[in-house]
């Protein structure tokens, strides 16, 4: 922490936790420690046809083949031993 009582989290906790710069927090302070996530997308769930999917109440940019892509390597990568 910094003078100015800035906390700066290291980069492999940032990754590990999906944090990315400009994206919202939640924060909690709960028996005196500190926990800090991805906040929730605020969703409505709308029936489509027979399917009833999430919509986001913000705009947000649509996933691209290549997000999902990156996503599911990054996630094999954590699976391995």
Known sequence: MDRAGRLVLPKKIREE???EPGMPLEIRVDEGRIEIEPAYLEVR???KGPLYVA???EPVEPLTNEVVRETQLALR???KP
Do not use: M, N, T
């Open 17 to 19: 936790a999906g944090i």
């Open 55 to 57: 919509v986001p109440l």
């Open 45 to 47: 769930i709308v029936k």
């Open 77 to 79: 990568e954590r699976r």
